[in-house]
C-alpha cells in the first residue's frame, strides 16, 4: 500500500516540474548612466491606442423639402458653425450637411448640401 501511494505522489508531482512558459521579458529602465537601450522585438511590438477624437452625432430630424436636418450630438461636444459633415448610413456615406445653426440644448440645425438623409442616420466630422 505504501508502494502505490509513493508512487501516487510521484507521478502527481512530476507533473508540476514539467516545462513551464518562459516569463516575459521586459528591458529594465534606462538610466543616465545606463548603457543599455530599450529592445522591442518584432515578437512582442508594443500596441499604442489612441481615442478617436472625432465629433460624432445622430440625425433627430429631417425636412427634405428645406433641405435641413437638426442633429443631436453628446452633451459638452458641439461643432462649431460652418462646420462640415459627412452623413451615414449603415456604414455607407449618404450624404454632406454643414452646420449653420441655431443650437438648442445639444440639437443643431444643418443644411443638407449633397445626397439626402433619415433618421438615425450618423453624423460624423470630415
Known amino acids: 500500500m505504501k508502494i502505490?501511494?509513493?508512487?501516487?505522489?510521484?507521478?502527481?508531482?512530476?507533473?508540476?516540474?514539467?516545462k513551464h512558459k518562459p516569463e516575459p521579458?521586459?528591458?529594465?529602465?534606462?538610466?543616465?548612466n545606463s548603457s543599455q537601450q530599450p529592445v522591442v522585438s518584432?515578437?512582442?511590438?508594443?500596441?499604442?491606442?489612441?481615442?478617436?477624437k472625432a465629433l460624432v452625432g445622430k440625425v433627430a430630424f429631417?425636412?427634405?423639402t428645406a433641405r435641413f436636418v437638426v442633429i443631436n450630438f453628446p452633451v459638452g461636444h458641439l461643432p462649431t458653425?460652418?462646420?462640415?459633415?459627412?452623413?451615414?448610413?449603415?456604414?455607407?456615406?449618404v450624404g454632406e450637411a454643414?452646420?449653420?445653426?441655431?443650437?438648442?440644448?445639444?440639437?443643431?440645425?444643418?443644411?443638407?448640401?449633397?445626397g439626402d438623409s433619415e433618421i438615425g442616420d450618423q453624423a460624423r466630422d470630415r
Open 4 to 18: 502505490q501511494l509513493m508512487l501516487l505522489a510521484t507521478v502527481l508531482l512530476s507533473g508540476c516540474f514539467g
Open 25 to 32: 521579458q521586459f528591458p529594465g529602465p534606462v538610466g543616465a
Open 42 to 52: 518584432a515578437a512582442n511590438p508594443k500596441l499604442i491606442v489612441t481615442p478617436g
Open 81 to 93: 458653425v460652418e462646420q462640415h459633415f459627412n452623413l451615414y448610413r449603415a456604414g455607407l456615406k
Open 62 to 64: 429631417v425636412h427634405p
Open 98 to 114: 454643414k452646420i449653420t445653426g441655431p443650437q438648442y440644448d445639444d440639437n443643431v440645425v444643418a443644411d443638407l448640401l449633397a
